[in-house]
């Protein structure tokens, strides 16, 4: 009977695992590669982005530095959206863990240059000067809305050869390719989120409930 109790418990436990991180499912991106440019100092990733629901029409981005050398900071943030909504920043809605800021919120389709042709969608611009910066562990969160809105609509590439999701430009990098502060553009690639990390729990669940079956 403690057995028969024990892996039911634990069956119950995992698919409360599973549920409840798919009840706070995320889209994360960690910005690990330099595709251009200088590479920031110390080691990767040098930021992450965590891009979730947050109300009706309405997601919350959160953009977490990991910059290694004190002039650096993080100045410009890339993503593509589709399907393509027109999107604002919420009035209000900037939070952050220092003095960091977010100057504009620029959308438009296919209209903000990358490397190698590339056209993302969506421009975030931080401050490049003054405390606004965002260095070191600092983060900054905002809000945008916009019709129909939600995390899964950044999870695209770009448009004509499908090589990039997003981009951040890190700029202040010491020891720069001419020997003085340089800059780079780093790729993000996702994070699985936590319920996809815990589908493993079913896997284990379902032997433990067909001992049970068996059991009774």
């Not at 009840?23 to 110390?42: K, R």
């Not at 448009?159 to 990098?173: A, C, N, P, R, W």
């Amino acid at each position: 009977m403690k057995k028969t109790f024990a892996l039911f418990f634990a069956a119950v436990s995992l698919t409360m695992l599973v549920f409840a991180a798919e009840s706070e499912a995320a889209v994360i991106y960690a910005y690990s590669t330099v595709f251009t440019g200088d590479t920031p100092t110390g080691s990767s990733p040098w930021a992450t982005l965590t891009i979730e629901n947050h109300a009706s029409n309405q997601v919350k981005f959160t953009l977490q530095a990991n910059l290694q050398a004190p002039g650096e900071f993080i100045r410009t943030l890339w993503l593509n959206i589709d399907p393509f909504v027109s999107v604002s920043l919420v009035p209000g809605s900037v939070n952050t863990s220092g003095g960091s800021n977010v100057n504009s919120v620029n959308a438009s389709s296919n209209g903000h240059n990358a490397p190698s042709g590339e056209k993302f969608d969506l421009e975030v611009n931080l401050p490049n000067s003054g405390a606004g910066r965002l260095t070191g562990t600092e983060w900054v969160s905002w809000i945008l809305q916009g019709t129909g809105l939600t995390e899964n609509h950044f999870l695209a590439t770009t448009s004509d050869q499908g090589l990039f999701q997003t981009m951040i430009h890190v700029q202040g990098i010491p020891l720069g390719t001419n020997g003085s502060e340089g800059s780079g553009k780093l790729t993000g690639s996702v994070i699985p989120e936590p319920g996809t990390i815990l589908l493993f729990a079913t896997g284990l669940a379902a032997p433990l409930l067909s001992r049970l079956r068996r059991r009774t």
